[in-house]
Every structure is written in C-alpha cells, then in structure tokens.
C-alpha cells in the first residue's frame, strides 16, 4: 500500500470515528513521513546512495574546511615573517650597517 493511500485511509477513519487520538497520531505520522519522502525526493537523496552520498559531501565539507584553515595559517605567518624581516631590516638601517659594509 502506497503512503498516500494510507494517510487518505487514516483521514478517511478519522472523518468516520470523530478523530481519536490514535488515528490523529497516525495521521501526523504518516503525513510526516510522506513530506519527508518528498523533501528528500526534490533533493535527489531519496535512493540506496543517499547516505553514502550525504557521507562524502560531509567528508569533502570538512577537507574544505581543513584547507581553508592552512591557508588563512599561511597567510598569517607569511606576513609575520615580512613584518620580522622589515623590522630586522629597519633595526639594521638604525645602527648603521649599510654604512659598515662599504
């Protein structure tokens, strides 16, 4: 039996009985699981792959993640360095070096 099927037989019930408690449970939960289905179907996650497809996509996600952190590590240190070397350059321009070496 298909999900719609069941929830239009659950609504159908529920119509009949004056709505009790355990076919109105039945009906959120079918009707739950039936917007669920669909979500997933507009997605494209709805086959046997899915998961393993949702499991690389999380994998690449975090290998992006690590990579843009050693980048913007890189960036970081790279300019450190500069801001030393100009700063031992500017000490060395101070006490006179350049004059020392002709």
């Known amino acids: ?9 659950l609504i159908a019930q529920a119509a009949g009985e004056g709505g ?5 449970r039945a009906i ?4 739950s699981e039936l917007g669920a289905n669909r ?9 046997d792959n899915a998961q393993d497809d949702i499991a690389e996509l999380r994998e690449l996600l975090g290998a992006w993640r690590d ?6 590590k890189a960036v970081v240190e790279w300019l450190v360095r500069g801001v030393c ?10 006490i006179g070096v350049p004059g020392m070496l002709r």
Do not use: N, P, Q
């Open 20 to 24: 009790e408690l355990v076919t109105l």
């Open 28 to 31: 959120v939960e079918e009707s």
């Open 67 to 72: 990579a843009k952190a050693s980048a913007w």
């Open 39 to 47: 979500v997933l179907m507009r997605l494209g996650l709805h086959d």
């Open 1 to 9: 039996m298909k999900r719609e099927d069941m929830l239009a037989r």
């Open 85 to 94: 070397a100009l700063l031992l350059v500017g000490i060395a321009v101070r």
